[in-house]
């Protein structure tokens, strides 16, 4: 069966700092890849997609960055954090006409 | 343009009523809807899915919702709650476009079961 890891699960970094988010999955190849972000009290918003290796696609311009290195590594970057990078961050997994099936998302506090 | 609109952004209930969880969507051809659920500091779970099947969708821990053309609506109901079915509803549509399967979020409704 399939599965999708993110890590950390949990991060306090402070302004100015670097980051870095992964998430694998495992149990199916090429997948189409997600990366959303959940701001207290909001919904989803969706963040970079990515349909194969090198191929990404972001939706909002922002201070965030994603890359593909591999089919099933999906990365969430970010050179120097602003306070309003803040948030729950989630990748996601899914296929043409199928749902998407989500990690258990990482909680970023930037301070 | 695809778009989902919750009704309330919060719902109270006593346990062993009933749940209602209001959807209105808007889309220019056959939406995909689905209901996801999620539980504090936790990743989206699936509670079901539309799909231009039947318009009575059975999901999950005695979830459904019906899809109503006439009314643009896919509202979710069970009809008696439990504590654990408190958490944050998630009403979604499908953008769909070649080879992508992005989905458009409502704000989510926050469900609060008292015993």
């Known amino acids: 069966s399939q599965t999708i890891h993110q890590w950390p699960a949990t991060l306090v970094q402070p302004v100015g700092s670097p980051l870095s988010l992964e998430c694998t999955v495992e149990?199916?190849?090429?997948?189409?890849l997600y990366w959303y972000r959940q701001a207290a009290g909001r919904g989803l918003q969706l963040l970079f997609y990515s349909v194969g290796i090198g191929q990404i696609s972001s939706e909002v311009p922002q201070n965030l960055s994603a890359s593909r290195p591999q089919d099933r590594q999906f990365i969430l970057s970010s050179k120097k954090l602003l306070l309003s990078d803040s948030g729950f961050y989630l990748c996601?997994?899914?296929?043409?006409?199928?749902?998407?099936?989500f990690g258990n998302g990482t909680r970023l506090t930037v301070t | 343009a695809q778009s989902v609109t919750q009704l309330d952004s919060h719902v109270s209930v006593s346990e062993g009523t009933p749940v209602l969880l209001r959807c209105n969507y808007s889309s220019s051809y056959s939406p995909s809807l689905f209901w996801y659920v999620q539980h504090p500091n936790k990743g989206l779970q699936l509670l079901l899915k539309?799909?231009?099947?039947?318009?009575l969708v059975k999901g999950i821990n005695g979830f459904e919702a019906e899809f109503k053309k006439s009314e643009t609506s896919f509202h979710l109901t069970k009809p008696s709650a439990h504590m654990s079915d408190a958490a944050e509803y998630f009403c979604?549509?499908?953008?769909?476009?070649?080879?992508?399967?992005?989905?458009?979020f409502g704000t989510g409704t926050r469900l609060q079961v008292f015993p």
């Open positions: 149990g199916t190849s090429n997948p189409n």
């Open positions: 996601a997994w899914g296929r043409n006409n199928s749902p998407l099936h």
């Open positions: 979604v549509v499908r953008k769909g476009s070649y080879n992508t399967d992005k989905l458009i």
């Open positions: 539309y799909t231009s099947a039947a318009t």
